[in-house]
T-cell receptor
Framework: GQNIDQPTEMTATEGAIVQINCTYQ??????LFWYQQHAGEAPTFLSY????GLEEKGRFSSFLSRSKGYSYLLLKELQMKDSASYLC???????????FGAGTRLFVKA | GAGVSQSPRYKVAKRGQDVALRCDPI?????LFWYQQALGQGPEFLTY????????KSGLPSDRFFAERPEGSVSTLKIQRTQQEDSAVYLC????????????????FGPGTRLTVL
């Protein structure tokens, strides 16, 4: 079956760095996406990985290892507004489905 | 429009009523997806359109759910004889690409329609 696992909740301090992990098992692979979702709002795109390695985008970086079925999202210089759910999503191969994880709720405290 | 829009934003239906949810994707986007999101969960795939063709409807939970995109732009998700378990947020997303395996596959989401079935 297809499955995405990520921690349910994490807490971090303003100004710190946090790493949110994601492991996946899918039928084929055609890209991994990270989205941010504030409560009651739509998911917004953060990053995309299709090849192994690190993609950096300002305070956010995302890493992918296809052989391990593993990704992480790194958030630096945390701000209170980063408190949100972070969704890991994988586009399987040979089809159109994108499978989403349940999301990691991040709480940033002062 | 700048982004994906959905209407209505909120819908309350009595059990057994039919509802229709509308999605206006980003202009020029080939792909359109519908998702169902329960509280505290990630979006669950319902169906996918490439232009006007519905290429995958494997996520539709029952034959009460029907989606269309007749002219390859606006899409409607229809739920017949609504049940309480249909209560959820229904998200629509569009992307420029189809299955290119590139960043053009990135999906951009609308604000969702929160459906409550009483």
């Amino acid at each position: 079956g297809q499955n995405i696992d990520q921690p349910t909740e994490m807490t971090a301090t303003e100004g710190a760095i946090v790493q949110i992990n994601c492991t996946y098992q899918t039928s084929g692979f055609n890209g991994l996406f990270w989205y941010q979702q504030h409560a009651g709002e739509a998911p917004t795109f953060l990053s995309y990985n299709v090849l192994d390695g690190l993609e950096e985008k300002g305070r956010f970086s995302s890493f992918l290892s296809r052989s391990k079925g593993y990704s992480y999202l790194l958030l630096k210089e945390l701000q209170m507004k980063d408190s949100a759910s972070y969704l890991c999503a994988v586009r399987g191969g040979g089809g159109f489905k994108t499978i989403f994880g349940a999301g990691t709720r991040l709480f940033v405290k002062a | 429009g700048a982004g994906v829009s959905q209407s209505p934003r909120y819908k309350v239906a009595k059990r057994g009523q039919d509802v229709a949810l509308r999605c206006d994707p980003i202009s020029g986007h080939v792909s359109l997806f519908w998702y169902q999101q329960a509280l505290g969960q990630g979006p669950e795939f319902l169906t996918y359109f490439q232009n006007e063709a519905q290429l995958d409807k494997s996520g539709l939970p029952s034959d009460r759910f029907f989606a269309e995109r007749p002219e390859g732009s606006v899409s409607t998700l229809k739920i017949q004889r609504t049940q309480q378990e249909d209560s959820a947020v229904y998200l629509c997303a569009s992307s420029l690409g189809g299955t290119s395996g590139t960043i053009w596959d990135t999906q951009y989401f609308g604000p969702g329609t929160r459906l409550t079935v009483l």
